[in-house]
């Protein structure tokens, strides 16, 4: 099941409890010591940056398939609504800084010891930083075939699991994503989608529709959930999707964002007799947001196309964010996942 670590940051005392968060999820991930010190290091950066040069924000933590696919890494995200970064390139460089009491190289100490860290920050609009730590470094960088996807996880009133999960399977030239909601939250959610998630790894080479079907037994002995698959063919230049339940997704377009509806129904209780599959093509710049009902239905599509075309964890970090409000706070775990078309290390 989705275990997540959110660590509002507003003081100093709450750098600590960043670095712990990331010590525990690196314990549970299997990673050892090495790549725990790094995943501290940048969990402390991240805080003490939150504290610094944005007033306060949220650092949150997920754990995710390592790129390799034989092992579990750490995802960190630092997200806040502070003044932003007019020029993010000069802010990774050591030396830079704003603050006077700063040596200026906590996001260059970041972008060394992290297996990937993306960093967007607009004048005005806040920063987000997302930073993910492998089992083991990986020097020269390996690219995956076919689309990147991204996603980030959080949890009601900050609840150790969310009911929610997402994951992602290249195979036989189609990738797959798929966002899952178990019903309520709590750890009997989390069970639902984390089963989703183990029976796409069995059923990705099949078509939306029949992932659905085989997801609906699979998760019969849990109490169900809210589910959707998209699945791109690069070949075909083609993106086909399906849902059942309350899931959101938004395609962009040339001609700019269309939803793609999920059909009613509970996989694993109530399954529709017809599960109708949505076709249509996918370009170099289109993008594909999905979200579960933990995001308010309304929310904006951003604009920025420097944040469009970033990585799709940053991406789907910015939605989150932007999306809520703390006059309206989330009613339920809440996920983001973007599908992109291009590959990020």
Known sequence: MSRVWEVPVHDSTRV???????REACGQAGLGPDRTAAGE??????????????????????????????????????????????????????????????????????LRNADAFRLYGAPGRGTVATA?????????????????????????????????????VRREGRTTLLLADGLGHGPKAGHASTAAVTELRRAAHLPP????????????????????????????GELAFSGVGNIGARLRTPDGWTSLVSHPGIVGAYFPAHVPLRRVPWHRDSLLVVHSDGLPSRWTPPEDPRLLAHDPSVLAAAVLRDAGSPARPPRDDTSVAVLAPDPCP
């Not at 754990?63 to 020029?87: E, K, M, N, W, Y």
């Open 41 to 110: 290091l940048v969990a402390t950066e991240l805080a003490t940056n939150l504290l610094r040069h944005a007033g306060g924000g949220t650092l949150v933590v997920n754990l995710v398939a390592s790129p390799s696919g034989t092992g579990t890494s750490v995802r960190l995200f630092a997200l806040d609504h502070g003044p932003g970064i007019a020029d993010v390139a000069a802010a990774l460089r050591d030396g830079c800084t704003t603050a006077e009491s700063s040596l200026g190289a906590g996001l260059g100490s970041c």
């Open 16 to 22: 600590r409890d960043a670095r712990t968060a990331v």
């Open 132 to 168: 993910r730590i492998d089992p083991e470094r990986e020097r020269g960088g390996r690219t995956a075939e076919g689309p990147s996807a991204g996603g980030i996880v959080v949890s009601l009133a900050r609840a150790e699991t969310s009911g929610d999960a997402w994951d992602c």
């Open 209 to 236: 529709p029949e992932i659905l079907r085989r997801l609906h037994g699979a998760l019969r002995p849990t109490r169900g959930a809210a589910v959707a698959v998209a699945q791109v063919d690069t070949a075909k």
